[in-house]
């Protein structure tokens, strides 16, 4: 089986992968999955923030347009994947609250209400609430203008999500292949830690070290990682929307817990959680004191695939018959990974797909 030549081979198994291999199912072509950690959510997928976050409503685009696209189908997308899974990703459409700390900002968000409206339809709403519309969950004072609601935004758990994913892909009949390290890509052929496999087409989706395969097929390093860190409490708190407060996300999962992150670390001596967590911490804290009850049960740190022109870096790799890139998820993986998936089939299927220029793999050489 491991020399049977497939459709497409997938390299790496988080969000982007996963999402890939299951729209190339939906295709009807067979898929290989190659994912060089002994089980899935080893990367940067394998985590627990899981915010589903729309850009703000005004000065709309194509990029703005392609991720509020890409939000409104999750929902369904989702359920269908716990079905056939049988697992839960925690997903749900919970909306968010961002506090408004001055009459400046107030004016700003009472605009993006308008913007909102225009941009989003039917789809979703934002609305300014006081600054007590959830005592017990935003701190009225750390919102004293306050706060901006949206019914957009949603969470899943990230690592739950991945095993859903994985589960339903497997049943659908993707081969998968764990502690398989792919160390050459060139176009029908990858070299692995473990021979080599075939295939017509093959998906980079390989994280952070995706862009060191991709190196030398365009000549250059095309991206690089940037260090978060998230800690989970042990706290139930009922089905409320999540916040954005002070550059954090506050998370209160379907499954329990509220996580908190996270850092944005350029640079970084290790890859594991360290002080700068308890930084985190302590600001979530300040935005919810109920979470000052609650004991920290996780810390977590993982690195995000961040293209060189900071937007996604998708599609045909120039110069490399059927190769793919499904990289540069950075901040919004979850978010967009469903339509990436999509949206790299028609590409390969197809041979052209409908997305911003800024995500195809060309914006991001030569920067
Ligand atoms: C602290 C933190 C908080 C975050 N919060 C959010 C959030 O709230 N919302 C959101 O949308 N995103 C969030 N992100 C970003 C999100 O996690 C990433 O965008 C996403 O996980 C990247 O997915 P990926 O599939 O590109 O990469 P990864 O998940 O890293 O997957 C790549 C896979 O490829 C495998 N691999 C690597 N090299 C090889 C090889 N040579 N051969 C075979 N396999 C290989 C790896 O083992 C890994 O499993 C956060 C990230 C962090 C770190």
Same mark, same amino acid.
């Given at each position: 089986?491991?020399?049977? /030549?497939?459709?497409?081979?997938?390299?790496?198994?988080?969000?982007?992968?996963?999402?890939?291999?299951?729209?190339?199912?939906?295709?009807?072509?067979?898929?290989?999955?190659?994912? +060089?950690? #002994?089980?899935?959510?080893?990367?940067? =997928?394998?985590?627990?923030?899981?915010?589903?976050?729309?850009? %703000?409503?005004?000065?709309?685009?194509?990029?703005?347009?392609?991720?509020?696209?890409?939000?409104?189908?999750?929902?369904?997308?989702?359920?269908?994947?716990?079905?056939? =899974?049988?697992? =839960?990703?925690?997903?749900?459409?919970?909306?968010?609250?961002?506090?408004? %700390?001055?009459?400046?900002?107030?004016?700003?968000?009472?605009?993006?209400?308008?913007?909102?409206?225009?941009?989003?339809?039917?789809?979703? %709403?934002?609305?300014?609430?006081?600054?007590?519309?959830?005592?017990?969950?935003?701190?009225?004072?750390?919102?004293?203008?306050?706060?901006?609601?949206?019914?957009?935004?949603?969470?899943?758990?990230?690592?739950?999500?991945?095993? +859903?994913?994985?589960?339903?892909?497997?049943?659908?009949?993707?081969?998968?292949?764990?502690?398989?390290?792919?160390?050459?890509?060139?176009?029908?052929?990858?070299?692995?830690?473990?021979?080599?496999?075939?295939?017509?087409?093959?998906?980079?989706?390989?994280?952070?070290?995706?862009?060191?395969?991709?190196? #030398?097929?365009?000549?250059?390093?095309?991206?690089? *990682?940037?260090?978060?860190?998230?800690?989970?409490?042990?706290?139930?708190?009922?089905?409320?929307?999540?916040?954005?407060?002070?550059?954090?996300?506050?998370?209160?999962?379907?499954?329990?817990?509220?996580?908190?992150?996270?850092?944005?670390?350029?640079?970084?001596?290790?890859? +594991?959680?360290?002080?700068?967590?308890?930084?985190?911490?302590?600001?979530?804290? *300040?935005?919810? #004191?109920?979470? +000052?009850?609650?004991?920290?049960?996780?810390?977590?740190?993982?690195?995000?695939?961040?293209?060189?022109?900071?937007?996604?870096?998708?599609?045909?790799?120039?110069?490399?018959?059927?190769?793919?890139?499904?990289?540069?998820?950075? /901040?919004?993986?979850?978010?967009?990974?469903?339509?990436?998936?999509?949206?790299?089939?028609?590409?390969?299927?197809?041979?052209?797909?409908? %997305? #911003?220029?800024?995500?195809?793999?060309?914006?991001?050489?030569?920067?």
């Amino acid at each position: 089986m491991a020399g049977d /030549k497939t459709d497409i081979i997938v390299v790496g198994a988080g969000i982007f992968g996963l999402w890939t291999a299951r729209a190339a199912l939906a295709r009807g072509l067979s898929v290989r999955i190659l994912e +060089a950690a #002994p089980e899935i959510g080893r990367g940067a =997928s394998g985590g627990i923030v899981g915010a589903l976050a729309p850009h %703000m409503p005004e000065r709309w685009g194509e990029k703005k347009q392609f991720q509020f696209e890409a939000l409104t189908v999750l929902g369904d997308a989702i359920a269908k994947v716990e079905q056939e =899974s049988g697992l =839960s990703t925690g997903y749900t459409r919970t909306g968010r609250l961002v506090p408004l %700390m001055n009459e400046k900002s107030r004016d700003r968000a009472l605009a993006r209400v308008d913007d909102a409206r225009e941009n989003w339809g039917d789809a979703a %709403m934002m609305q300014v609430l006081p600054s007590d519309a959830y005592p017990d969950w935003l701190l009225p004072s750390a919102a004293p203008a306050g706060i901006v609601h949206d019914t957009l935004t949603g969470r899943l758990h990230p690592a739950a999500t991945c095993h +859903a994913l994985a589960e339903a892909v497997r049943r659908a009949g993707a081969i998968f292949e764990v502690n398989c390290t792919v160390t050459d890509v060139q176009s029908g052929r990858v070299e692995t830690s473990d021979g080599d496999r075939v295939a017509d087409a093959i998906v980079l989706a390989a994280g952070v070290d995706g862009f060191g395969l991709l190196a #030398p097929l365009v000549g250059e390093t095309p991206g690089r *990682a940037e260090k978060g860190q998230a800690a989970l409490l042990d706290i139930d708190v009922a089905d409320v929307p999540l916040i954005y407060a002070d550059g954090l996300y506050l998370i209160a999962h379907k499954h329990g817990g509220v996580a908190v992150g996270a850092t944005s670390e350029k640079v970084f001596e290790t890859s +594991a959680p360290d002080a700068l967590l308890d930084d985190v911490i302590r600001r979530a804290i *300040a935005v919810s #004191p109920r979470l +000052a009850q609650a004991q920290v049960v996780q810390r977590w740190a993982g690195l995000r695939p961040r293209a060189n022109g900071r937007d996604p870096m998708l599609g045909a790799v120039p110069g490399a018959q059927g190769i793919f890139a499904a990289l540069g998820a950075f /901040k919004i993986g979850f978010g967009i990974g469903e339509k990436v998936g999509r949206v790299l089939l028609d590409e390969i299927v197809d041979g052209k797909a409908d %997305m #911003p220029d800024s995500f195809r793999v060309a914006a991001h050489l030569g920067l």
